[in-house]
């Protein structure tokens, strides 16, 4: 993530995260519905990775360093919680198929890529792709040590 910015890592897969969950409501054959199932893995590993990084990265210089990320872990894990309790339970009792979830999953995803990746970046600046080195916290970590 250092050498392309966190924030356009984390959109870029993202949006791999869309193309996924979108070509699920289209795809028809066993085989290729579970290499989409194993493509998912790329988005999902960038999705728990990098927010924790960052969290974790900013925690470190304040005392509640615990409770940023237990916000966090409740923030991430609560929705799928509620997703798997609600939303395939209530599909199976109607005897829908899962295109309106998953499309709806996709939709959730990408507003919320597009959020995080334009609106919550340095002052709203636009510079997510930006490298540590560019944004100037390496040098300030390393004037910082001892």
């Known amino acids: 993530a250092d050498i392309f910015g966190e924030m356009c890592v984390f959109f870029t897969f993202e949006v791999l995260h869309v193309l996924v969950l979108l070509a699920a409501n289209v795809i028809n054959e066993h085989t290729i519905a579970i290499a989409n199932i194993a493509l998912l893995g790329a988005p999902f590993s960038a999705f728990l990775v990098i927010p924790y990084a960052l969290v974790g990265r900013a925690a470190k210089a304040t005392s509640g360093a615990g409770k940023m990320m237990a916000t966090l872990n409740l923030f991430m894990c609560l929705p799928e919680l509620l997703v798997s309790l609600i939303i395939g339970p209530t599909v199976a009792a109607l005897g829908g198929s899962m295109r309106?979830?998953?499309?709806?999953?996709?939709?959730?995803?990408?507003?919320?890529?597009?959020?995080?990746?334009?609106?919550?970046?340095?002052?709203?600046?636009?510079?997510?792709?930006?490298?540590?080195?560019?944004?100037?916290?390496?040098?300030?970590?390393v004037a910082s040590s001892p």
């Open 100 to 141: 309106m979830p998953m499309g709806a999953a996709a939709l959730s995803c990408i507003v919320g890529a597009g959020i995080i990746f334009f609106g919550f970046q340095d002052g709203w600046r636009g510079n997510g792709c930006q490298t540590d080195q560019q944004k100037g916290w390496a040098s300030k970590e």
